[in-house]
C-alpha cells in the first residue's frame, strides 16, 4: 500500500509541510509505504501549452520529474496534495505540474485510456490559509479536484484549516494532530482490509504488468495488486502497452519493480508466477499459482494480443474464485 504526498508549499519546513508530515507519519505507523513529490524542489518545465499531447498523448518537454510523479501516482492508492492558499489559489510551482498533467488528461479524455487504478484510487487535500474568509478554499479545491482526476484520483477528503500564517503556526494549533490521525484512519482503513496478491514474472515489463492492470481493474477494491520481477528492465514493453491501450487501460508510465523490494514491504496472501520458476523466492503462508505464459519480449503485436486475452481470462477467473474470507 502506497501514499503519495505532493508538497507545494513554497516556504521551507512551511506549516502544510508539518501536516503533511503528520499524516504521512500516522501512514507509516499503519505499515503504509510512503513517498513525497516537492513540486518546489523539483527541476522541470512549465506546460507551453502546445497541444501535442491531445495529438500524440505524451509530453513534448522530455524533463524527467513528470514522469516521476506520473509513476508514482499509478502506484499509489491515495495521493494526498499538501499546499497553502495563495490569492484563493495553489503556488506557482503545484500550479505548473497540474499543468503539466494534461498529459493524463488527454490520455484519459481524448484518446479513452484509463489507469486500471482510477476507480478506487483516493484523494485528500491538505490546507492552510492566513486569514479567515468564507470562500478561502474554494479555488484550490477546484484546482485539486481536477489535477486529482487527471491523475487518476477522485478528491475524497480535505482537511483545511484557518489562520494558520506565521512559521510554525500549524504546530501549535490545538487539533491538528487529532485531525490527522482521525482523516488517516478514515482515507486508509478500508484498504487495509484487503488482501495482497502479487504478480511476478522476470522482468515485469510485460506479463506481470498486463495481470496487474486487469486485476486492478477487476478487483481494486477487493485486492491489493503488486506487479514486479525478480531482474526488472528499465521500462514496460512498448508493445504491451500498445495492446492494453487497446483494451482502454493506460500501461504508459509504470516502471517495472523489483520482486525483493516489493516482497520486503509486504506479506502476500497469494503469490501468481509466470514464467520466473525457481527465481521466485519461497514466502512461508503464502498460497503460489504458476501460470508459466510466455515471455512477450520477443512477439510481435499480434503474438502479445493473445498473450494478452489469455492473461485476461486467468485474472477473470481468478478474480472469481478468491477466497471470500479474503477480505475482512
Known amino acids: 500500500m502506497l501514499v503519495l504526498g505532493i508538497k507545494g508549499s513554497p516556504r521551507k519546513k512551511g506549516n502544510t509541510d508539518y501536516l503533511l508530515g503528520l499524516f504521512m507519519a500516522e501512514a507509516e505507523k499503519r505499515g503504509w509505504e510512503t513517498a513525497v513529490v516537492d ?27 513528470p514522469e516521476k510523479f506520473f509513476s508514482l501516482a499509478r502506484r499509489a492508492d491515495v495521493v494526498v496534495v499538501s499546499v497553502p492558499v495563495y490569492f484563493y489559489g495553489v503556488p506557482a510551482r503545484i500550479k505548473a505540474l497540474m499543468d503539466r498533467t494534461q ?25 492552510a490559509a492566513a ?11 477546484l484546482s485539486v479536484r ?10 475524497e477528503e480535505t482537511l483545511c484549516y484557518r489562520g494558520i500564517d506565521e512559521r510554525g503556526a500549524m504546530e501549535k494549533h490545538p487539533a491538528v494532530h487529532e485531525g490527522a490521525a482521525q482523516l488517516a484512519q478514515r482515507v486508509l482503513s478500508p484498504f487495509e482490509r484487503r488482501k495482497t496478491v502479487v504478480f511476478a514474472c522476470r522482468e515485469n515489463a510485460g ?3 498486463m495481470a496487474g492492470a486487469f486485476a486492478r481493474l477487476l478487483a481494486g477494491d477487493r485486492i491489493e495488486v503488486i506487479s514486479a520481477g525478480t531482474a526488472p528492465s528499465e521500462k514496460t514493453n512498448p508493445m504491451v502497452v500498445e ?22 514491504k509486504c506479506s502476500p496472501h497469494t503469490l501468481v508466477t509466470m514464467g520466473c520458476g525457481e527465481e521466485c523466492p519461497f514466502i512461508p503462508g503464502c498460497r503460489v499459482v504458476d501460470w508459466d505464459l510466455p515471455d512477450p519480449a520477443a512477439m510481435d503485436l499480434a503474438g502479445v494480443r493473445t498473450l494478452r486475452d489469455d492473461i485476461e481470462k486467468r485474472v477473470k477467473a481468478f478474480v472469481m474464485e478468491f477466497p471470500v474470507d479474503a477480505v475482512d
Open 131 to 141: 486569514t479567515q474568509g468564507r470562500d478561502l478554499f474554494v479555488g484550490i479545491k
Open 39 to 65: 513540486a518546489v524542489k523539483e527541476n522541470f518545465e512549465a506546460c507551453i501549452g502546445c497541444g501535442n499531447c491531445d495529438r500524440t498523448g505524451f509530453c513534448i518537454i522530455k524533463d524527467q520529474m
Open 103 to 127: 498529459t493524463l488528461w488527454a490520455r484519459k479524455h481524448i484518446f479513452k485510456i484509463k489507469d486500471p487504478g482510477h476507480d478506487y484510487r483516493k484523494g485528500v487535500l491538505l490546507a
Open 146 to 155: 481536477y489535477f486529482l482526476d487527471a491523475a487518476g484520483a477522485k478528491l
Open 207 to 209: 506479463r506481470s504488468q
Open 243 to 264: 495492446a492494453m491501450a487497446e483494451k482502454g487501460l493506460d500501461l504508459a508510465f509504470l516502471k517495472p519493480l523489483s520482486l525483493g523490494a516489493a516482497l520486503e
